[in-house]
């Protein structure tokens, strides 16, 4: 069984609900992860801003956080990898201001996310360019572009 990806919340067209569903299915696969389930939640400014008040510390809100738990789910077996949640509207903001398309935007948060919940980190110079090397192979392979250098929670 391939991992599954839920995605919750709206404000999205389908076009690009599946795009992030299958971004981070990519990311799980470039990783060597062959089962296991997370959910990718779409939240409001005021949502996210008090998730990284509560677990970061950053009384804003910000684009991307990733919440890892590896329990397993009881009624599938499958390891439950975490929950990544995107703040939509910053998101599309940050899209326009770097000179990304949201659907690339979209894509690189939620790979963004998903590297978070497999352990990367970006804290140092070494492990950045790791991170990035894979969120830039990931949405390579997605015909997809986004600009590495910039700065990601």
């Avoid at 971004?23 to 990284?52: C, K, P, T, W």
Wanted: net charge negative; charged share 25%; hydrophobic share 40%.
């Amino acid at each position: 069984m391939k991992p599954r990806v839920f995605l919750r919340g709206d404000g999205l067209p389908p076009e690009q609900r599946r795009l992030v569903a299958l971004s981070a299915r990519a990311a799980l696969e470039d990783q060597g992860v062959g089962r296991g389930q997370l959910a990718i939640v779409l939240a409001d400014r005021e949502r996210m801003r008090d998730l990284n008040r509560e677990y970061a510390g950053q009384d804003s809100p910000t684009d991307v956080l990733s919440f890892a738990d590896g329990s397993l789910d009881p009624q599938s077996g499958q390891p439950y990898l975490g929950d990544v949640v995107i703040c939509l509207p910053v998101a599309l903001e940050q899209a326009a201001a770097a000179g990304n398309s949201p659907e690339s935007e979209l894509a690189l948060l939620a790979v963004h996310g998903v590297l978070h919940l497999l352990g990367h980190d970006h804290g140092q110079a070494a492990e950045r360019v790791k991170m990035w090397e894979a969120q830039q192979r990931v949405l390579g392979g997605l015909g997809l572009a986004a600009r590495p250098d910039r700065a990601m929670a």
